[in-house]
């Protein structure tokens, strides 16, 4: 079946550190890859995709490349800011099949 | 309207009652999701869409839920007899078909007593 294993939270960094967040899937078919983020109080909104391999998603300072051969999509940001605090989920959907399939989420939270 | 809308966005009920939950999905949209969010298991897919027929329906944890959706818009969600593990945030999304994106709702919190 598919599967999205990710990196297991709360994280907490201070302001301007270096963010990744791991994320690998395991898929029948030929997925599309997606990152969504729930911010306090708000609903999940889509952060960035990448539908084929060695494609790279980007949003908001936020990069996730693509990789096929090590069925990875990680979370990436160079400087993060407070107001980047949420929950972040790794997300997969698959060609023919219209739902997703979620990781379990990261909480992170940037202390200023 | 400007987004999917869900009604209530709270909802408490005691063990064995039965439950609505209302999605007004953004207009034009013609696939419609709902996905469950609970602190032990995650965020589930329940059921998909399309127009007011539901080709998918494998993720529905039980014979108790059930959804129906009218005039290809509005879907209600309906729990009867409500146990204690349905306690969640119910959420739904829509999006246009094949979509890479699916706009999500704010979401309906129930709690069950």
């Known amino acids: 079946g598919n599967s999205v294993t990710q990196m297991e939270g709360p994280v907490t960094l201070s302001e301007e550190a270096f963010l990744t967040i791991n994320c690998t899937y395991t898929a029948t078919g030929y997925p599309s890859l997606f990152w969504y983020v729930q911010y306090p109080g708000e609903g999940l909104q889509l952060l960035l995709k990448?539908?084929?391999?060695?494609d790279k998603g980007s949003n908001k300072g936020f990069e996730a490349t693509y990789r096929k051969e090590t069925t990875s999509f990680h979370l990436e940001k160079g400087s993060v800011q407070v107001s980047d605090s949420a929950v972040y989920f790794c997300?997969?959907?698959?060609?023919?099949?219209?739902?997703?399939?979620f990781g379990t989420g990261t909480r992170l939270t940037i202390i200023p | 309207g400007a987004g999917v809308s869900q009604s209530p966005s709270n909802k408490v009920t005691e063990k064995g009652k039965d439950v609505e939950l209302r999605c007004d999905p953004i207009s034009g949209h013609t696939a419609l999701y709902w996905y469950r969010q609970s602190l032990g298991q995650g965020l589930e897919f329940l059921i998909y869409f399309q127009g007011n027929s539901a080709p998918d329906k494998s993720g529905l944890p039980s014979d108790r839920f059930s959804a129906e959706r009218t005039g290809g818009s509005v879907s209600t969600l309906t729990i009867q007899r409500t146990q204690q593990e349905d306690s969640a945030v119910y959420l739904c999304a829509s999006s246009f078909p094949g979509a890479n994106e699916q706009f999500f709702g704010p979401g309906t919190r129930l709690t069950v007593l």
């Open positions: 990448a539908t084929k391999a060695d």
């Open positions: 997300a997969l959907r698959v060609f023919g099949n219209e739902k997703l399939t």
